[in-house]
């Protein structure tokens, strides 16, 4: 059974950057897809990004320039930056496998993240 | 970016009742939409995926269906388990957009 489990600094100053890990257990990143999703205060979904099985990516064009998602193949885990923060990327952040029918069937727990100084 | 208009927002019901939450499409996504609950301090889960397949592990009760670009979540019998937030996704194009949600409590 696949796991997934975020981890990373719950507190982010301003104009830093948020830098979160995704473990991985029971299923290879080498397969499928595995992406980035944010819930903010008051239930709003925004979809990140994701980095393929191949280690191309794609990202939300919301997000510019700031974000940057890689892996680290050898430990099963991938990673998240967003850089330039502020406090509106203050959410809860999961990550989640998805597929070639593009829907995600498996979640972290998700990783509660405050920027403030 | 494609938009996803969810209603209701919120919707209070009695247990057995019959619950439909809606996704309008602002434009063609085809089959490209899923369904996820979201209980209270868990992750979201997996519904339905391709607009009327049903998740591994997801009780019958739960159903999808299309016409057009509207998009239906149908529980057929509300249990007291089902209480969270719902969510559609659609998936035809990039960036992935989520409905605003649709927050459902026991009556």
């Known amino acids: 059974e696949v796991q997934l489990q975020e981890s990373g600094p719950g507190l982010v100053k301003p104009s830093q950057s948020l830098s979160l890990t995704c473990s991985v257990t029971?299923?290879?990143?080498?397969?499928?897809?595995w992406g980035w999703i944010r819930k903010f205060p008051g239930n709003k979904m925004e979809w990140m990004g994701y980095i393929s099985y191949s280690g191309s990516t794609s990202y939300n064009p919301s997000l510019k320039s700031r974000i940057s998602i890689t892996r680290d193949t050898s430990k099963n885990q991938f990673f998240l930056q967003l850089n330039s923060v502020t406090t509106e990327d203050t959410a809860t952040y999961y990550c989640?496998?998805?597929?070639?029918?593009?829907?995600?069937?498996?979640w972290g727990q998700g990783a509660s993240v405050t920027v403030s100084s | 970016d494609i938009q996803m208009t969810q209603s209701p927002a919120s919707l209070s019901a009695s247990l057995e009742e019959i619950v439909t939450i809606t996704c309008q499409a602002s434009q063609d996504i085809g089959n490209w939409l899923s369904w996820y609950q979201q209980k209270p301090g868990k992750s979201p889960q997996l519904l339905i995926y391709?607009?009327?397949s049903l998740a591994d592990g997801v009780p019958s009760r739960f159903s999808g269906s299309r016409s057009g670009t509207q998009y239906s979540l149908k529980i057929s019998r509300l249990q007291v388990e089902d209480i969270g937030i719902y969510y559609c996704l659609q998936a035809y194009s990039a960036p992935n957009t989520f409905g605003a949600g649709t927050k459902l409590e026991l009556k």
């Open positions: 391709g607009a009327t």
């Open positions: 029971g299923y290879s990143i080498t397969s499928n897809y």
């Open positions: 989640a496998r998805s597929g070639l029918l593009r829907f995600m069937d498996a």
